[in-house]
């Protein structure tokens, strides 16, 4: 194991600590591989699924997996007009499993998100039965404010470039705190804590995953 990993292994046993006192259920994994098997075991065949924009966990093969797998998958990219994509949002409200990631992390457990059109922030907060959430380490930040930080400053101006907008961050890959038309940082969601106990899952990787 490298001093990395051993680095990584011990600041999750922390972190699992503290999203359980959030009422948020989580789980560290070596690699893509055992995140996949983990994140199938979490999701019961049968289930109905969706996701917004989420690189990590289209990187470690969920997302293939569950659309060629007995799964009723509400996936916005098999439709190519706005009323199309906007009646899978809706359906996503209702689906059993909501898949993603975050865009920080705190070592206390507090999950930073941010979104333009915002139906996936929208999601995290209200509707899914379950999220689960595959969250690479480089994701983790010392507090809330380097999650907020890094979210805007990091995440934001790459997922604008990923998404073909251009936003005033895309042109300096840094946030300019912008009221742009396409904005990507219209909402910022803190989840401090789950009133519903587990509905929260988490799997924390020891590789770079997502932006």
Request: charged share 25%.
């Amino acid at each position: 194991m490298s001093v990395r990993s051993e680095r990584n292994r011990m600041l999750a046993e922390q972190m699992i600590k503290s999203l359980a006192s959030r009422n948020m259920e989580a789980y560290y994994v070596k690699n893509k591989e055992e995140a996949l098997a983990k994140a199938l075991s979490l999701l019961p065949e049968g289930s109905t699924v969706s996701w917004g924009g989420t690189a990590s966990a289209a990187e470690i093969g969920l997302l293939e997996t569950l659309k060629k797998g007995n799964y009723t998958v509400y996936d916005r990219a098999d439709h190519d007009t706005d009323e199309g994509v906007r009646g899978v949002i809706l359906q996503a409200f209702d689906c059993d499993f909501y898949i993603g990631s975050v865009n920080g992390i705190s070592v206390d457990g507090v999950l930073v998100n941010i979104d333009g059109h915002s139906n996936r922030v929208a999601a995290y907060a209200w509707g899914p039965r379950t999220l689960l959430l595959i969250v690479g380490m480089n994701k983790v930040a010392k507090t809330v404010e380097d999650a907020i930080s890094r979210a805007r400053n990091e995440a934001s101006p790459i997922n604008a470039q990923r998404f073909g907008i251009n936003p005033p961050c895309v042109k300096a890959g840094s946030c300019f705190d912008c009221k742009a038309q396409d904005c990507i940082c219209c909402n910022i969601l803190l989840t401090r804590f789950s009133q519903r106990k587990n509905r929260i899952k988490i799997i924390l990787v020891d590789e770079n995953l997502g932006f």
